[in-house]
């Protein structure tokens, strides 16, 4: 199922082909219009302070690396797939 693809972009970094920007896709995005878009993440600067996210069309995005940066939420069973956990919880961080 293409769904599924474009859900394991998720926790992964990327970069995007056309501007080079790179981060970690943190959402994916299915919207009326047609497009499949990923918010990517770029984390800290320099000085500490944290990136501005932005959005991207999934076919302009190559991976680069093989399991993601932290553990993924299961969107198909258990409490966030039922929607009873919020933001406020968060998965732990690879170590």
């Not at 959402?27 to 320099?46: E, H, M, T, V």
């Not at 993924?72 to 968060?90: H, L």
Request: a negative charge; glycine letters at 10%.
């Amino acid at each position: 199922m293409q769904i599924r693809k474009h859900m394991q972009l998720i926790g992964h970094r990327v970069k995007d082909r056309v501007t080079g920007f790179e981060g970690v896709c943190a959402s994916i995005c299915f919207d009326l219009y047609g497009c499949i878009q990923a918010a990517i993440n770029p984390g800290l600067d320099k000085d500490g302070k944290l990136g501005d996210s932005h959005w991207f069309d999934v076919s302009r995005l190559a991976v680069m690396t093989e399991k993601p940066v932290m553990d993924v939420p299961d969107f198909d069973f258990g409490v966030v797939a039922e929607g009873r956990q919020g933001s406020a919880e968060k998965p732990s961080q690879m170590k």
